[in-house]
Each structure stands twice: as C-alpha cells, then as structure tokens.
C-alpha cells in the first residue's frame, strides 16, 4: 500500500499539478504503526528512528534508538549502478569555494546529467526531480516491515 501510494505522489506531482519538478522534487519517510506491525517507507534523506524506553531490573529507565530508515545516498553501490545504467554522472560539487586547500572537493557526491552542471541532487532518491529522473533518481521507497 505505502509503496503504491509513492509512485502515484510522483504521478500526481507529474501530471496533476502545476509545480514545475524539473529541478525539483521531495524527500519523505512514512511510518505506520499498529499494535502488531511497523512499516516505514522512505525516498531520500529523510530519516527515522524508533526510540525505545527500557525499564531494567533496577527500575531505571534506558532508551534503545533503532533506524527505521537508511539515506538514499549516491555512494551506496546499488544506487550508483542504477544511476550509472542511466546515463546519469556520479561528481562531487566543485568549482568556486567548492575545494578545500589541497584541491579536494568538498560536500557530498552528487548526481549530474551528463555534461550538464544540473541537477547536481545528493541522494539518488524521491519525488518529482524530473529531470533527476533521467538520470537515473527513482521515486520506489526503502522498506522496512517489522512485527511487534
């Protein structure tokens, strides 16, 4: 259900608005949570975590912090394969104030349409971004299913 409900977001953002996503687009991360099931859905860097309270045997209260979500990031192998396939160029930021001393870039490894200094996006995932799109940004959510 959650997964549908991301591809026709970036459905309705392509056909049934007015908003220009050439170069622009969204994040998100859902959660649902009954009392037998969790489910996260995730496009991008948004992220959740579950914090957890935990009374021990002493009657003192810990948290337990567990990540629903993981980033979306172009350095991860399997991203950088699908945007690779599309053409799309995996560069980190350079140009003007954009290296450091010795000449390294700085910032994040981005996603670029070839030959082009556009979208220049930092996660490989979410809606809208059209033009990120042909380069290989998809809008299907991370998953994560865990039973209470």
Known sequence: ????????????LEAKTKIN???SGSTCVSVILN???????NVGDSRAILASRIIDNENRIHWEITELSHDHKPTLKEEA????????????LYGLNKIDEEGHPL??????AKGKDYPG?????SFGDRIGRKCGVVCEPGMLIRNN
């Open 1 to 12: 259900m959650l997964k549908k409900a991301f591809y026709q977001i970036d459905f309705d």
């Open 21 to 23: 996503i050439d170069l």
């Open 35 to 41: 009392k037998k099931k969790l489910i996260c859905a």
């Open 81 to 92: 394969q699908r945007i690779l396939s599309a053409k799309g160029i995996l560069e980190p």
């Open 107 to 112: 910032g994040p490894l981005r996603v670029w």
């Open 121 to 125: 996006l930092s996660m490989s995932r």
